[in-house]
């Protein structure tokens, strides 16, 4: 099955923040240093990628640049949704992709980063499990 988000996935993901879910996304550097962090503005970008707004530009940001293999693991247990997100992420300091997550960056994530220095993170997904590890969706 091709990756295509459901309309499940793309309302939960992208309404995490505001329903007191979580996106942690998962990163490791080159030598394999691995990072688990939450960030607050995941969104599905479209039918095959994520994407959220980096402000804070650190060990994710630095393990992306050198490594650009990530997962994205969603849960809400009130609704029993879980998946774990899998592929390889792309920054865009500059340019229209990065203008596009900004604009639909939710507000409060980017309340943090009032003269938006941020750069949007894009991930082309080619993975999608639920929590058990089934295979959902691949590329």
């Not at 990628?49 to 650190?58: Q, T, V, Y």
Request: with cysteine.
């Amino acid at each position: 099955m091709p990756i295509k988000f459901t309309e499940e996935m793309k309302e939960l993901i992208n309404n995490a923040l505001a329903n007191k879910t979580a996106c942690f996304v998962g990163s490791a550097s080159k030598k394999g240093e691995p990072m688990v962090t939450y960030r607050g503005s995941v969104m599905v970008f479209d039918d095959q990628r994520l994407a959220w707004w980096e402000r804070g530009k650190k060990k994710t940001w630095d393990n992306i640049r050198e490594n650009p293999r990530v997962v994205v693991v969603f849960v809400d247990f009130t609704k029993h949704a879980a998946w774990k997100i899998h592929g390889s992420a792309r920054v865009y300091e500059t340019g229209p992709v990065r203008e596009q997550v900004m604009q639909r960056t939710v507000p409060q994530e980017l309340s943090y980063d009032p003269e938006r220095k941020g750069a949007a993170v894009v991930i082309d997904v080619d993975l999608i499990t639920d929590f058990l590890e089934t295979p959902l969706q691949t590329r």
